[in-house]
Antibody
Framework: QVQLQESGPGLVKPSETLSLTCTVS????????WTWIRQPPGKGLEWIGQ???????NYNPSLKSRVTISVDTSKNQFSLKLSSVTAADTAVYYC?????????WGQGTLVTVSS | DIQMTQSPSSLSASVGDRVTITCQAS??????LNWYQQKLGKAPKLLIY???NLETGVPSKFSGSGSGTDFTFTISSLQPEDVATYYC?????????FGPGTKVDVK
């Protein structure tokens, strides 16, 4: 059974860079698309971007200038970096597998932006 | 970006009721629509993909239909464990976009 687990700091200061890693277990990261999605407290879901295991990426234009998604196939991990964060970036961040339908999701990790 | 709308934003129904949620896309997305269920404090769960295909292991009381810009999600007989927020999502084009969600409660 494929499992995904997000990890990273739960608190980030304004203007700094948010960094999260998603570790994939129970299956290979190869041959799939991997996605980051976020959800501000009490709000809906926002698609951040996706990466193919080869490293090809697609980002949401609303975040594109601040987002970098990368993959490390040797570690079966992919990562998210979001720069110049503000309070508006406070959210639960989910990693998921899939290009269209996201069948497997991590449990999510709350990242709070605050000084 | 393709805008997704859902109605209603919330509903409360009795156990055993048939519940229907609609989702509309701002442009033609053919069949490229998912439905997710999100229970409180949990990650979303894929229920329906390609507008009408039931994900493996999902009870047949859930169903989806539609194409183009107008889609429908139905719970044939509402149960207490179906209390959740339901989201539609298009994957016809990038960026993927979600509807605002429909919160379903039991009376």
């Amino acid at each position: 059974q494929v499992q995904l687990q997000e990890s990273g700091p739960g608190l980030v200061k304004p203007s700094e860079t948010l960094s999260l890693t998603c570790t994939v277990s129970g299956g290979s990261i190869n041959s799939y698309y991997w996605t980051w999605i976020r959800q501000p407290p009490g709000k809906g879901l926002e698609w951040i971007g996706q990466i193919y295991y080869t490293g090809s990426t697609n980002y949401n234009p609303s975040l594109k200038s601040r987002v970098t998604i990368s993959v490390d196939t040797s570690k079966n991990q992919f990562s998210l970096k979001l720069s110049s964060v503000t309070a508006a970036d406070t959210a639960v961040y989910y990693c998921a597998r899939g290009r269209g339908a996201n069948r497997y999701w991590g449990q999510g990790t709350l990242v709070t932006v605050s000084s | 970006d393709i805008q997704m709308t859902q109605s209603p934003s919330s509903l409360s129904a009795s156990v055993g009721d048939r519940v229907t949620i609609t989702c509309q896309a701002s442009q033609d997305i053919t069949k490229y629509l998912n439905w997710y269920q999100q229970k409180l404090g949990k990650a979303p769960k894929l229920l329906i993909y390609d507008a009408s295909n039931l994900e493996t292991g999902v009870p047949s009381k859930f169903s989806g239909s539609g194409s183009g810009t107008d889609f429908t999600f139905t719970i044939s007989s509402l149960q207490p464990e179906d209390v959740a927020t339901y989201y539609c999502q298009q994957y016809d084009s990038l960026p993927r976009t979600f509807g605002p969600g429909t919160k379903v409660d039991v009376k």
